[in-house]
């Protein structure tokens, strides 16, 4: 949930304390307050979830979900405890970053390609646009029956498998970025004495530039998507693997740990994408306030 | 000024500009428009002309012509005695707008046409940044766009257009968003640099007061579809300054020139012009867009 939408939903009790108590003197002071009571809240409401899971798992809960399997967050943490000192939890780490390091790749380097050309040339456009648009709503997940037969080892396969994912929100975000072009400075960049290549290279992809940034951040996300589902299923090491096999090997606070693990690496990589988008084009401001 | 050896080809005197019975039409069919039609002009080397007229009037579509950006439907266009086919680094063009590049600092944005030319780096970097010095703006060089006022990022447009040394300045409105205050200066700056580096100006405004402060001639063009309704000396002497303003010959000159710009325009003060009026604003704004 967004921060002023919990802040609304929290609203009345926090005025309410605030009434009851002796009201701040300063503004300051008030929000101060007023921060720090919104802290608690989401403190004591994550401690007040954790407790209900550490109880319901403890005491095997059954009304519609069924806790008398579900790892309690004790568990979890002792497992998690194992875990740093394992090499072999190491391997599953890094044969899931490799995997999607080639596919997500191969994807931006192809995607971002594709995208200027379509955006630009007309014919190009006319020519790759049906036979994607064909395949674009095929999910990647989809794809992994075909693609165990399209490709020798299960580790290509895989690679496809993430490729597919993040190739597509790129490959859109970059049409959208250079159709989005503001005409005015392809057309100052002419008058200043820039040929065809100049306005390709100086002004259409660093215009684009946003635009593919975003694109890779979401299909970083995409890719991982695709690539624990291809794991789960056809894989051999790997944290998608690591986390079905929890499951096969009745090792239930792995499930967990597992699942923990994507999110820290997801989150990890589109925090590194936005990280390299803002070193790539410092003169970016968001908010809009580049005119 | 350093920037001597990167022309070598450079003529020293500025270029001249005729059009001869030209017309411009966009478009076909029931959503044609005629933007300009028999347009006769002339444009001496080094002169500074405004063209003046209502809005619609096809003052843009003549400098989009001049620029290359579109072609005349017939008559004949040229700059130097040769036809305009398409835009190029000699007709410099500062828009309503700033185009700067947001990705580019204001001293790159400067340096581009340089770029575009293959000069060094070093040596485009101290003509650039002497230019930037001739606007007054040598201390926000490493500055992104986003960063300056409106008035300083058209002195930089300027900059970025003049560094390249055109033949001809074309210029768009290029004052027109600014406050009263910044544009006085900014016409201060334009007649500082247009004696400094001698070039040929063509000048779109709306602006009578604008018009005669800057000008040696004024274009009256007549609404759509736009031709030369009346033209106007202005015998101002140079250089000039902004006590000029409010001088009687100033005010001559401005009521002259209103009365050019009203001539034959229908009733003064009268709201309704009559139902032949709404078709064409929708084709206004049709030419507008392209």
Redesign the interface.
């Known amino acids: 949930m967004s921060k002023p939408a919990l802040l609304r939903l929290v609203a009345p009790f926090v005025r309410a304390g605030a009434e009851s108590a002796r009201a701040p003197k300063t503004k300051g002071a008030r929000r101060a307050q007023r921060a720090l009571g919104s802290l608690l809240i989401g403190a004591a409401s994550l401690g007040l979830w954790l407790g209900l899971w550490q109880l319901a798992s403890t005491r095997d809960w059954q009304f519609f979900f069924r806790f008398d399997n579900i790892p309690a967050p004790t568990e979890v943490a002792l497992a998690a405890g194992e875990l740093v000192s394992s090499p072999k939890f190491a391997s599953h780490v890094e044969s899931s970053v490799r995997r999607i390091f080639a596919g997500f790749s191969i994807a931006a380097v192809l995607a971002v390609s594709l995208g200027v050309a379509v955006g630009r040339v007309r014919i190009a456009a006319l020519s790759l646009l049906p036979p994607l648009e064909v395949l674009r709503p095929i999910p990647a997940v989809a794809w992994i029956p075909l693609a165990i037969l399209l490709f020798a080892s299960a580790e290509q396969s895989m690679i496809f498998i993430t490729f597919i994912g993040a190739f597509f929100p790129i490959f859109l975000s970059t049409i959208h970025g250079v159709e989005g072009l ?1 005409r ?2 392809v ?9 065809p290549f ?1 306005v390709f290279w ?2 259409v992809l ?2 684009a ?1 946003p635009a593919i940034v975003t694109g890779l951040s979401i299909g970083m996300g995409t890719s991982w998507f695709s690539l624990v589902t291809a794991e789960m299923i056809s894989g051999q090491y790997g944290i998608g693997y690591y986390t079905w096999e929890a499951y096969t090997l009745q090792n239930y606070p792995h499930i967990v740990l597992g699942m923990i693990n994507i999110g820290l690496l997801g989150m990890g990589s589109s925090f590194g994408i936005k990280w390299l988008g803002r070193r790539a ?5 968001p908010e809009g ?3 | 000024m350093s920037a001597a050896p990167l022309f070598p080809d450079a003529d020293p005197a500025p270029a001249a500009i005729e059009l001869r019975q030209v017309d411009i039409h966009f478009g076909a069919g029931k959503t044609a428009v005629r933007a300009v039609s028999q347009l006769d002009l002339d444009v001496a080397p080094g002169e500074f002309v405004s063209i003046l007229g209502p809005s619609g009037c096809g003052k843009s579509t003549l400098i989009g012509a001049i620029a290359g950006f579109t072609q005349v439907t017939s008559g004949e266009l040229r700059v130097d005695g040769r036809p305009v086919s398409a835009p190029g680094p000699d007709r410099g063009v500062v828009f309503q707008h700033h185009t700067l590049f947001p990705w580019k600092t204001v001293l790159q944005n400067v340096e581009f046409g340089l770029k575009m030319r293959g000069a060094a780096a070093g040596e485009r970097r101290d003509t650039a940044l002497a230019m930037l010095d001739s606007v007054g703006l040598i201390d926000f060089a490493r500055h992104y766009p986003w960063q300056l006022s409106g008035g300083m990022q058209q002195r930089v447009s300027l900059a970025r257009v003049l560094v390249n040394r055109p033949r001809v300045t074309l210029m768009d409105e290029p004052f027109c968003a600014l406050d009263a205050q910044t544009r006085l200066s900014m016409q201060e700056l334009l007649l500082a640099l247009w004696h400094a580096y001698h070039i040929t100006v063509v000048f779109v405004t709306h602006d009578v007061d604008e018009a005669i402060f800057l000008s040696d001639r004024i274009v009256v063009l007549s609404e759509r579809p736009g031709r030369v309704k009346a033209e106007l000396t202005i015998g101002l002497p140079r250089p000039r300054t902004r006590d000029l303003l409010t001088s009687g010959e100033f005010m001559q000159l401005k009521r002259e020139s209103l009365g050019l710009l009203f001539e034959g325009s229908g009733p003064p003060g009268s709201i309704y012009r009559g139902p032949a009026e709404a078709p064409r604003s929708t084709q206004t704004r049709v030419a507008r867009q392209r």
């Open positions: 503001d005015r400075l057309h100052a960049s002419r008058t200043l004495g820039a040929g100049d100086e002004v660093p215009g530039l084009m410092p003169w970016f401001q306030s580049a005119t």
